[in-house]
């Protein structure tokens, strides 16, 4: 018998990971064949507070880099309910101060009152309801993942309850009908085999990404980095990837991304962090941009 060591909603700050309690999984699992240059696998799930701590990072790799690499999103499954009792973590009410932590850490807005006022008992609907969201391309899927976790993360929506990611759903234009049909169906064996690739690379934590040149060789990055992390592991796979120089006004930014937390456009603007909120609230001010706003930081919407 197996004894849980670590809660999954328990990230460590230390080491930047939300990780899986118990896991066995070998660290010398298949290696996927590369289609491009190189492909990031990315281990994930809605509800990791890191994952969310690294979108800024992410975001900019994908500006800079984004020609030379094509993302995989895997989902790893990080709260299938709460048989969990470890970490001072045992109830979804012990999340909440936690995410409170992890938000000011990561600089990221988290409100974790909705562990509180409406408490998720898994993480899997999201996450299956993500792999449905795939079959319809990976454009709209990377737009309801974005919603959903800006859902919880911000707007404390229980993300577990059907009703909120059919609201996803509808606002980033999915076929709603076929969304359905495939959370139901197909999105259910396609989740399963995530976590199964998963347990095959060893995957104890998220964020964890795999990057995979064209021979298949791997480096992999797990928790939360600084941005020269993610380019340094991109550039050993690819030495001759180029960087590429994108817009840094807000115009630009705000018309590739809707909506952009203030540490987000720091990031890509490379504007001084304390400047940000300011200059932010200006264009809001004007009508230029919304702003959602939360106990733990704002949300800046493109008008």
């Known amino acids: 018998m197996q004894t849980n060591t670590a809660n999954p909603l328990l990230c460590d700050i230390t ?62 499954g990080l709260l299938p309910d709460w048989s969990y009792n470890s970490g001072g973590i045992s109830k979804p009410s012990d999340v909440a101060h936690h995410w409170d932590e992890v938000s000011q850490y990561y600089d990221m807005p988290i409100d974790g009152d909705v562990w509180l006022e409406d408490p998720l008992s898994s993480s899997y609907p999201a996450s299956i309801a993500f792999k449905a969201a795939q079959l319809q391309g990976d454009d709209k899927a990377l737009l ?88 340094k592991a991109l550039r050993k796979q690819q030495p001759s990837a180029l960087k590429t120089v994108f817009a840094t006004d807000w115009q630009p930014l705000f018309a590739t991304y809707h909506t952009l937390t203030s540490r987000e456009f720091a990031e890509l603007s490379g504007m001084n962090r304390k400047e940000v909120d300011s200059y932010l609230q200006q264009l809001a001010d004007s009508g230029k941009l919304a702003k959602l706003t939360t106990k733990n930081g704002f949300l800046w919407i493109r008008q």
């Open 15 to 76: 080491t930047g990971m939300c990780e899986l309690p118990d896991s066995t999984a070998s660290e010398n699992g298949p290696t996927p064949v590369a289609k491009k240059a190189v492909k990031l696998i990315y281990y994930t799930d809605p509800i990791c507070s890191t994952c969310w701590g690294i979108e800024p990072q992410l975001r900019k790799l994908k500006l800079e880099y984004g020609h030379s690499f094509e993302v995989e999103y895997r989902m790893g």
């Open 144 to 231: 309801f993942l974005r919603e959903i976790r800006e859902q919880v993360f911000l707007r404390k929506k229980n993300i577990a309850k059907w009703d909120n990611l059919l609201e996803a759903a509808r606002t980033v234009g999915l076929n709603l009908d076929t969304f359905t049909a495939d959370y139901q169906g197909k999105a259910q064996e396609l989740f399963q085999q995530d976590l199964a690739l998963g347990r095959q690379l060893g995957v104890r934590g998220f964020p964890t990404m795999f990057f995979v040149d064209e021979a298949g060789n791997q480096e992999k990055v797990y928790g939360f980095k600084p941005y020269a992390e993610f380019e």
